[in-house]
């Protein structure tokens, strides 16, 4: 029996509830990159990552697991036809407009609206544009010149982690080119191409005066489970990773690192059950939603292309881990302890698509914390309680460091390339598919 909201409206984890009925004013923020060019690159890393891989049959950092027990599991409804596209950001939106149903119905999340270690590294760029751009809110100025940057540091394998004398700060990033954006978290600003097309959107808040207790409630619930992993001797402070020295908790499918098929992320019995708990946290969820909507608001195409593949998936997988019932993205991290992240691209995700990143804790966000978009040369005053959206994918990023005694906690969802391309080959790897059909059958599916 379908589930209802208090108001009468049938509820689906997908549909676009709560969106409001016009769009809050916005400032644009253009740029001379292409994002032909970024989309090109990024396309070309993620090839040359691909064939390193094939050919040493090495191991991704993350590992994988086909469990019973996996949290949020639940039986697909059956197959209908794909609703309309979401209607366009610059009209307005009914509250109860639907993209797509849900692959996992699940009772609705609360009310309302609906990735990183002390210090981040910034590599410096091989390929530096020429000139100095000079970013601005207002809707002429240009920033950039030439092609994009892009970073050296992009590999299959991880890098060696930075030593911590190396740690890049705001001045350091500023005398490289940088330029900062200052934004108050709440006003959404809208970073455009050469061609006026979106490239990363300052999402804001939502109009909710509750938003700051959702999101303090989020971080206690982060910090105790940093402090129960740490306890139990599952992490230890200090570990330093690729993307930092916090502690992250991932949950959801993905699909890479030399796996035979898409599948869901793997923990110990442990972190199984701290992650559960953390992703049926009801103001998690909402932040959740929020930064799904926010897709769905600003780039409703690719919100539904989300849908139509994803939904498919899940299908055809239905072991696989649906995260949240109230977002689009099929997977999570939870970026816990004075989470500011070394410098990296997430070649692995799709190239295309959009991730969510909300910040939270307390820092003062003129000082440190900035989200650092190293081939836009954009140092973005990051807010606690703010989501940006980005294209990680194909934009190095990474954030500056916060000072002595404050705290900073981000919560990133995300969708891994390869999810796509199992399905745009018919639910088969892709060297599946040149063994039946060759490289021409390959690309006709693509």
């Known amino acids: 029996m379908p589930r209802l909201t208090r108001s009468g409206v049938q509820f689906s984890p997908y549909e676009l509830l709560n969106l409001p009925t016009t769009l809050r004013p916005f400032q644009v923020i253009r740029t001379n990159i292409s994002l032909d060019a970024l989309l090109h690159d990024a396309v070309a890393d993620d090839d040359r990552a691909a064939a390193e891989q094939d050919a040493a049959n090495s191991a991704a950092e993350d590992e994988w697991e086909d469990l019973d027990d996996v949290p949020l599991k639940s039986a697909l409804p059956p197959t209908s036809s ?27 999340p609360s009310p309302g609206p609906s990735s990183h270690g002390p210090s981040v590294s910034v590599k410096k760029s091989s390929r530096q544009a020429a000139g100095r751009p000079a970013p601005s809110s207002e809707a002429t100025a240009p920033i950039a010149n030439n092609r994009p940057i892009r970073s050296t540091s992009i590999s299959l394998k991880p890098q060696p982690p930075p030593g911590r004398g190396s740690l890049s700060t705001l001045p350091e990033l500023l005398d490289e080119g940088g330029e900062v954006v200052e934004w108050n978290g709440r006003d959404p600003k809208l970073i455009l191409d050469a061609e006026g097309r979106i490239i990363a959107i300052l999402l804001g808040t939502p109009e909710d005066d509750e938003w700051p207790a959702v ?3 989020a971080v206690a619930a982060m910090k105790r489970a940093r402090r129960e992993t740490i306890q139990s001797g599952e992490w230890r402070v200090g570990t330093i990773h690729r993307r930092g020295t916090h502690l992250p908790l991932r949950g959801g499918a993905s699909f890479g690192g030399g796996q035979k098929k898409p ?3 793997c923990h110990t019995p442990f972190m199984r059950r701290l992650i559960r708990r953390l992703l049926r946290n009801k103001s998690i ?10 897709l769905a608001l600003y780039a409703p195409k ?24 109230n977002s689009v993205f099929p997977a999570v991290t939870l970026n816990c302890g004075d989470a500011v992240t070394f410098e990296h691209c997430d070649i692995f995700n799709i190239v295309h698509g959009l991730c969510p990143i909300t910040s939270g804790g307390h820092f003062n966000h003129v000082l440190g914390g900035h989200l650092y978009l190293r081939q836009l040369r954009l ?50 790897s892709g060297k599946s598919l040149l063994a039946q059909t060759g490289r021409g059958g390959r690309e006709e599916r693509v």
């Open 285 to 294: 969820r909402r932040i959740a939603g929020f930064q799904s909507m926010g």
């Open 215 to 217: 999101i303090e409630d």
């Open 82 to 108: 794909l609703p309309p596209t979401p209607p366009s950001p610059l009209t307005p939106l009914s509250p109860s407009s639907s993209a797509c149903p849900s692959p996992h119905p699940s009772p609705p």
């Open 379 to 428: 140092i973005i005053q990051f807010p606690s309680g703010a989501t940006i959206l980005i294209p990680s994918g194909c934009l190095d990023h990474g954030n500056t460091p916060i000072q002595t005694g404050e705290t900073r906690y981000s919560i990133t969802q995300y969708a891994a390339g390869g999810l796509f391309r199992w399905a745009a080959y018919g639910y088969q």
């Open 263 to 265: 599948g869901n992320l």
């Open 302 to 325: 690719l919100y539904q292309y989300y849908c139509k593949v994803l939904r498919g998936l899940f299908q055809k997988h239905p072991n696989l881990i649906h995260t949240f019932s």
